[in-house]
């Protein structure tokens, strides 16, 4: 019997925004959009995977600032205090997880994947992240396209001739 761990992908939300193509254009318009944008991905990613998502963004430079955790479509977000950054929230929060559980950590911050790495975590590059919600969005598609070509009826196979003479004789009793 195999045991099945619990997932958690730790998100470094500013290192992600400032990677991701589409949410660099969302920042440049305002950064708040870029976060929900990241949010909202992320969401649906947790939604499809079922991996526990967490998005953890530097709030470490808010004076008087204390750290927020909220959820947002099955996601967890973090604000971290003031004098703390996302990088040491991760950290501390990993070597806290037990072994029973497979930690990765998205960021493309060199030095943060070294410690996490050797914190047990897998480290996965903001790129490559990019590129696996991409695979499952198409995978997604294909799917869905899949499944519309396959949802066809009956009726929509018969001539529509045919159908309506079909319709009728079970209307008065008859079989087809």
């Not at 930690?103 to 050797?118: C, K």
Request: aromatic share 6%.
């Amino acid at each position: 019997m195999t045991e099945k761990y619990e997932e958690y992908l730790f998100v470094d939300g500013y290192n992600v925004i400032n990677a991701w193509p589409e949410l660099v254009e969302a920042k440049s318009l305002n950064l708040e959009a870029a976060r929900e944008k990241l949010i909202d991905i992320m969401a649906d990613y947790a939604a499809q995977t079922g991996i526990n998502v967490i998005i953890v963004f530097d709030a470490h430079q808010v004076e008087g600032g204390r750290r927020i955790i909220y959820r947002v479509n099955g996601v967890e977000v973090v604000f971290t205090k003031e004098g703390e950054t996302a990088d040491n929230y991760i950290e501390k929060t990993v070597d806290s997880m037990s072994m029973g559980q497979r930690v990765r950590v998205a960021t493309s911050d060199w030095i943060e994947q070294q410690i996490v790495m050797g914190r047990g975590a897998i480290r996965v590059s903001a790129r490559e992240l990019h590129q696996e919600i991409k695979d499952l969005i198409e995978k997604r598609r294909k799917q869905e396209e899949r499944r519309r070509l396959e949802r066809h009826t009956l009726e929509e196979r018969i001539d529509k001739k045919i159908w309506s003479q079909i319709i009728e004789r079970l209307k008065n009793g008859g079989g087809a």
